[in-house]
């Protein structure tokens, strides 16, 4: 599995655009990038992928390098909710062997 | 929310006894996985399976075993629980092994070896 390496923490002010990046040089044509957030005391919950276009969804924005070695995700108005781990993975397209490997995220925190 | 039980949510057992957890879904996805989490470390993943009686193994498998007689159940058992598997313990369920195709996790289970 190709690998992704994030800062280990943020920091966030309230009602501010948080830019989590991530790089992940070896990724392969067919990777997906995806992205994954962990709340305290909670299981991880998906956030949002893409391959190659930037992606909107109502919980985030992902903005994909054009070379694709690196990624993106903006919280476009950061809570106190939005604390938590997130994890920059990338997944395969092909169905066999796609293991679905974490590493060790980015804490961000987020001041009032 | 994804429909995933994890079962039971809080267990302490004794060093050398069996634990057996117990992943169900009502989705209907093929793959299921069993990750442990460690107080300050990420995810890391014990064994997966993409179909009844399909299973592989992860990053650390050792000491773990794992089940799936039915599409719903995924079962992990600890053969003789040691206190290093003290941990949470997650599961989570993927519609394929596809990059295209997002995973959902359940609520964990903390287990407690002593």
């Known amino acids: 599995d190709a690998k992704t390496t994030q800062p280990n923490s943020m920091e966030s002010n309230e009602e501010e655009p948080v830019h989590l990046p991530c790089n992940h040089s070896?990724?392969?044509?067919?990777?997906?990038i995806h992205w994954y957030r962990q709340l305290p005391s909670q299981g991880p919950e998906y956030v949002i992928h893409?391959?190659?276009s930037n992606v909107n969804n109502r919980m985030a924005s992902l903005a994909i390098a054009e070379d694709r070695k690196s990624s993106t995700l903006i919280l476009h108005r950061a809570t106190l909710r939005d604390a938590a781990v997130y994890y920059c993975?990338?997944?395969?397209?092909?169905?066999?062997?796609?293991?679905?490997?974490f590493g060790a995220g980015t804490i961000l925190r987020v001041k009032s | 929310d994804a429909g995933i039980t994890q079962s039971p949510r809080h267990k302490v057992t004794e060093t050398g006894t069996p634990v057996t957890l117990r992943c169900h879904q009502t989705e209907n996805h093929r793959y299921m996985y069993w990750y442990r989490q460690d107080p300050g470390h990420g995810l890391r993943l014990i064994h997966y399976?993409?179909?009844?009686?399909?299973?592989d193994k992860g990053e650390v498998s050792d000491g773990y075993s794992v089940s799936r007689s039915k599409t719903e159940d995924f079962l992990l058992t600890l053969e003789s629980a040691t206190s290093s598997q003290t941990s949470v313990y997650f599961c989570a369920i993927a519609p394929t092994g596809r990059g295209d195709t997002e995973a959902f996790f359940g609520q964990g289970t903390r287990l407690t070896v002593v």
């Open positions: 399976s993409y179909g009844v009686k399909d299973t």
């Open positions: 993975i990338l997944r395969d397209l092909q169905e066999y062997g796609n293991k679905l490997v």
């Open positions: 893409g391959l190659t």
């Open positions: 070896t990724i392969s044509g067919t990777d997906y």
